[in-house]
């Protein structure tokens, strides 16, 4: 027996796939019918509505040929309601965009053969060739509308699928593998790593150092050295005191090491010490802190 639902079908969302061909008949069904009508040629005396039928299917059969995935992007962009002329300029402005992204994709391609010269001069003859078949062939495929004022857009239509093929050749030649025989563009070559130095490491250095007893201040940081210290030090290097100083409190010991002066590490040496000038009143207080002139330590 069947069971029937009285319930309504839930409403299914449609896949990406049904909205393309929603967009792609949209187009066809609005936009390009206004165009090819506005267009058509006169008939002969007597009449010959055949001949402007054959038109109208060749313009829609030339636009599906030609570029397919551009109808569907410039329908999303270009709307029905617009006039001929701001539909040129719409489609004028994806080709135009298409066509940049192109040139970008060029030089970068020629820039991976900078060191081979044959391989430059065979991919300027290839590039000089297809521009010439993009030309001839939209030429041809948009010659059905010619003396219509729809023949620049179709046109456009036809370069600007022509030039989104081309820019997928360009980005796979640009992911060639070291290897590749078929692939004639070198891989891109793995960028050099920029190394700096590591807080961690310096810090484990400064408290290594004060550990061996190495130092010019004699009682390392006083309560009364926090308040002074963000003066004369840089933000990073407080920041790397203060865990040298909790490290130090955690072992029971004290920071009495000057990070800088006289200290054989690399990453300590590359701070610069730069010692300022101070009243005598403000050099007395900081003699009697620091046990010295106080330095300002930056990165």
């Known amino acids: 027996m069947r069971i029937y639902s009285l319930e309504a079908p839930k409403p299914r969302k449609p896949s990406i796939a049904s909205a393309t061909v929603e967009l792609i008949v949209t187009y066809l069904t609005e936009v390009l019918p206004k165009a090819l009508w506005a267009n058509r040629p006169k008939p002969a005396p007597g009449g010959d509505q055949i001949r402007a039928m054959r038109f109208g299917i060749g313009c829609i059969a030339c636009v599906l040929m030609c570029a397919s995935a551009s109808v569907v992007r410039a329908a999303e962009d270009c709307g029905p309601n617009l006039s001929q002329a701001e539909l040129d300029d719409c489609f004028g402005k994806i080709y135009k965009a298409s066509d940049a992204q192109l040139n970008a994709l060029y030089k970068q391609i020629e820039g ?79 960028a050099a790593k920029v190394t700096s130095p590591d807080p961690s490491a310096i810090v ?96």
């Open 204 to 299: 484990t250095a400064i408290y290594q150092r004060a550990a061996q007893g190495n130092g010019d201040s004699g009682g390392g940081f006083l309560y009364a050295d926090k308040a002074v210290r963000p003066k004369f030090f840089s933000n990073s290097m407080v920041a790397l005191w203060a865990q040298a100083e909790a490290k130090a409190e955690r072992d029971g010991g004290a920071i009495d090491f000057d990070p800088v002066t006289n200290s054989p590490d690399p990453n300590i040496k590359s701070f610069k010490v730069a010692t300022e000038k101070q009243t005598a009143a403000t050099a007395t207080a900081s003699a009697t802190m620091f046990g010295g002139w106080p330095r300002k330590f930056s990165a």
């Open 112 to 190: 991976r053969l900078k060191d081979d010269v044959a391989t430059t001069r065979l991919l300027v003859t290839a590039q000089r060739a297809w521009l010439a078949f993009r030309d001839a062939e939209c030429d041809f495929s948009s010659s059905a509308a010619t003396g219509g004022t729809i023949r620049p857009m179709i046109d456009t239509i036809c370069r600007e699928g022509l030039t989104r093929k081309r820019i997928d050749d360009f980005n796979t030649y640009l992911k060639c593998q070291e290897g590749d025989l078929g692939c004639p563009v070198p891989a891109q070559p793995a």
